[in-house]
């Protein structure tokens, strides 16, 4: 499975690309007996995927659509009375799941369905599997789509945690992205997130893009910096076939981005960020602290269990991955019939697991336990050390930790270590 695929998949719940075949889905939503076994000694949440956006930006392809797109065959209050009922048909498939301990709400853009609505989001979750008592509860707002009024109300609410699209600082670039955002409001937005009372807020940055030079990333990170956030996710360019941005560059119009120029802007991000304070706990993540570090996302990368709801979104539960259809009249018409909205799912097996959990838990910063390994990835995981991509302190004692070198090849080394 490609890097970018495997990293959104677990990042978000939902997987651009196109997801495999997989076998048909119980119209129920029911899981094999075995998923269920151990529920509640993993970590748990639940994703919510918010499928609306203003405009679409030209480098994604996540399951996202225009009001135009959709015209009359969805809205936010069909989208909101499915996912009430698909809540409602995980607790019962479920049964015994412990309160939801993370919760994040993605899309699509979910400032856009407003307090009141991200409010009745929160109280669904609430009505159908219960909150932990210290739940971290994320959503993801577009820098333009909020306020003031906009974080004060969804701190009242519950949120927790704000995930704030920035991408750049610089005017060119988001204008090559088609990021409908002026470059200075997501720091404002970030800055009336923290004066609502939110202690923890994310801003997500993109490098790479053409016509982004050293110093207009340089110029980002300082203005994340002055923002005051306690965490950022930077992600390189990646150029998804089926996109306007794909085709620009087919055209000729825009060049492919250079992994070289990707490998000297992360580690110019990555020497900003550490020199103020934010420390890499996966490979695409800074946090101030442990406390600032997205436990939903921990989650993902460390092979917890979680429903996603709404339409396109994923889940996994106890080793059952499955996803949801995609378009949202279909969506709401499949629980409005009684039924479940999932189009296929996989039931991995062992060796299945293993490989994952070498992709996803070697992009952390305490790494991967040597117990994952079979014989040729741990002879494989000595010729890491000596070609100085895994630490060799680590390994003695067990585990495969990235060096710096290691991060910018991640992928390599996990294709090694798998065989």
């Known amino acids: 499975m490609p890097k970018q695929t495997v990293h959104r998949l677990w990042n978000t719940g939902v997987v651009p690309a196109q997801p495999p075949s997989g076998e048909p889905a119980p119209r129920d939503g029911s899981l094999p007996a075995g998923a269920l076994a151990g529920l509640g000694s993993r970590p748990f949440g639940v994703y919510v995927h918010v499928p609306f956006c203003a405009t679409r930006c030209g480098y994604c392809d996540f399951n996202t659509y225009t009001a135009d797109e959709l015209g009359s065959s969805a809205g936010f209050s069909s989208w909101l009375e499915g996912l009430r009922a698909e809540l409602d048909l995980a607790a019962g498939v479920l049964g015994t799941a412990p309160p939801a301990q993370t919760v994040f709400v993605g899309g699509g853009t979910p400032s856009l369905l407003g307090v009141e609505r991200l409010g009745e989001v929160l109280a669904a979750i609430r009505a159908s599997f219960g909150l932990a008592a210290e739940a971290e509860i994320t959503t993801e707002s577009n820098p333009e789509s909020?306020?003031?009024?906009?974080?004060?109300?969804?701190?009242?609410?519950?949120?927790?945690?704000?995930?704030?699209?920035?991408?750049?600082?610089?005017?060119?670039?988001?204008?090559?992205?088609?990021?409908?955002?002026?470059?200075?409001?997501?720091?404002?937005?970030?800055?009336?997130?923290?004066?609502?009372?939110?202690?923890?807020?994310?801003?997500?940055?993109?490098?790479?893009?053409?016509?982004?030079?050293?110093?207009?990333?340089?110029?980002?990170?300082?203005?994340?910096?002055?923002?005051?956030?306690?965490?950022?996710?930077?992600?390189?360019?990646?150029?998804?076939?089926?996109?306007?941005?794909?085709?620009k560059v087919r055209r000729g119009e825009l060049p492919m981005p250079d992994e070289d120029v990707l490998a000297d802007r992360y580690e110019l991000l990555d020497r900003v960020l550490g020199g103020a304070g934010l420390r890499w706990y996966e490979v695409s993540n800074w946090a101030a602290d442990d406390d600032a570090r997205c436990e939903h996302n921990l989650g993902y990368w460390r092979g917890g269990d979680w429903w996603g709801a709404g339409p396109g979104a994923h889940s996994h539960v106890g080793g059952v991955r499955w996803w949801n259809v995609k378009h949202p009249a279909r969506y709401s018409a499949l629980l409005a019939d009684g039924g479940s909205p999932a189009q296929a799912r996989e039931v991995l097996d062992a060796e299945d697991r293993r490989i994952e959990r070498i992709m996803l838990e070697l992009r952390l910063a305490e790494g991967l336990a040597t117990d994952a390994l079979d014989e040729e990835g741990l002879v494989a995981a000595k010729e890491a050390v000596a070609d100085g991509l895994l630490r060799e302190a680590e390994l003695r004692a067990g585990r495969c930790v990235l060096t710096d070198r290691g991060r910018l090849l991640a992928d390599g080394v996990v294709q090694r270590l798998i065989g």
């Open 146 to 247: 909020t306020s003031p009024e906009f974080f004060a109300g969804i701190r009242a609410a519950g949120y927790t945690r704000v995930s704030l699209g920035m991408q750049s600082a610089a005017p060119h670039v988001l204008r090559v992205l088609e990021r409908r955002h002026t470059p200075g409001r997501a720091v404002a937005a970030a800055r009336e997130a923290r004066a609502a009372g939110f202690g923890h807020v994310n801003l997500d940055l993109i490098y790479g893009t053409p016509g982004e030079t050293t110093d207009d990333l340089r110029a980002s990170a300082d203005a994340v910096l002055e923002a005051g956030v306690d965490h950022v996710s930077a992600y390189s360019l990646i150029v998804e076939d089926g996109t306007a941005m794909a085709r």
